[in-house]
């Protein structure tokens, strides 16, 4: 595995490089709230033992639509969609300090 593993180390010293540019790492950063968002959405949805299809007739909204908001399809949820699934489980968003 000595290839494999030099492959590796190549890899994360071409991602330090990158992480050095304020954009490239202004882009990870936005992508990882992003994912962090989804994530906890999720979670939130299955805590509360709800399917999507329930949460659907809860808060107005297609479940192919809830399902697009759970998963990193590219295409990011817009603000009324994320309010009306949080809406719906009894949450709000807020915005505070990272």
């Not at 882009?27 to 992003?34: G, L, N």
């Not at 989804?38 to 659907?56: F, H, I, N, Y």
């Amino acid at each position: 595995m000595p290839f494999m593993e030099a492959n590796l180390a190549a890899e994360e010293k071409k991602l330090q490089e990158l992480m050095k540019d304020p954009e490239v790492k202004q882009h990870i950063d936005e992508w990882e709230q992003e994912y962090e968002l989804r994530k906890k959405m999720r979670m939130t949805r299955k805590q509360a033992d709800m399917s999507q299809k329930v949460l659907g007739m809860l808060s107005g909204l297609d479940h192919r639509a809830i399902s697009r908001v759970e998963t990193n399809t590219g295409v990011s949820p817009n603000l009324k969609t994320v309010v009306k699934y949080l809406n719906a489980l009894g949450y709000r968003l807020e915005v505070v300090p990272k």
